[in-house]
């Protein structure tokens, strides 16, 4: 997701995703805050950068780790590309329908000024993720 982060700016110039605002987020529920109007106009959280990327991070081993729980030893010794692509575009369920409500996002992006865009780039990057947990599959299966 990252490399294709970089990619989609540098083709698209569309800037990478700003996990500071993940950090912050994830910082304002230890003083018991889950939802905001917009994270954005939030009052900042110290480290909330550094947060936000470790946020990011164990995510997507989590994500990881249940498609491995899923698929099973089989998925893992022999791993096929549909069931990692349909898992990795089922992650964007979690921006969708917990984070962008929560950070004043709405549903899906809906409140956001181009929704289709929002909506589409978070498959694409949620397609992206399940053709690198392919991969990482077929590294570790070889390697492995």
Same mark, same amino acid.
């Given at each position: ?9 540098? =083709?698209?110039?569309? $800037? $990478? ?26 009052? @900042?959280? $110290? ?10 991070? *164990? ?7 249940? /498609?491995?729980?899923?698929?099973? !030893?089989?998925? /893992? !010794?022999?791993?096929?590309?549909? $069931?990692? /692509? ?6 964007? =369920?979690? @921006? ?9 996002? %709405? ?5 956001? @000024?181009? @929704?289709? !865009?929002?909506? *589409?780039?978070? *498959? ?6 399940? /053709? %690198? *947990?392919?991969?990482? %599959? ?7």
């Amino acid at each position: 997701m990252d490399l294709w982060g970089l990619v989609r700016k540098r =083709l698209l110039g569309m $800037p $990478p995703l700003d996990y500071a605002l993940v950090g912050r987020w994830v910082g304002h529920m230890t003083h018991g805050k889950f939802r905001h109007d917009r994270i954005a106009t939030a009052s @900042p959280v $110290p480290g909330e950068r550094v947060l936000g990327w470790v946020v990011h991070y *164990l995510t997507g081993v989590v994500f990881a780790a249940a /498609l491995v729980w899923i698929g099973g !030893s089989e998925w /893992l !010794s022999h791993p096929t590309l549909m $069931p990692a /692509l349909t898992f990795g575009l089922a992650t964007v =369920l979690v @921006p969708f329908l917990v984070m962008q409500p929560a950070m004043g996002a %709405g549903i899906a992006a809906s409140r956001t @000024p181009n @929704p289709t !865009s929002a909506r *589409l780039q978070s *498959l694409i990057t949620h397609a992206v993720f399940g /053709l %690198g *947990l392919w991969a990482t %599959g077929c590294m570790t299966s070889y390697f492995g």
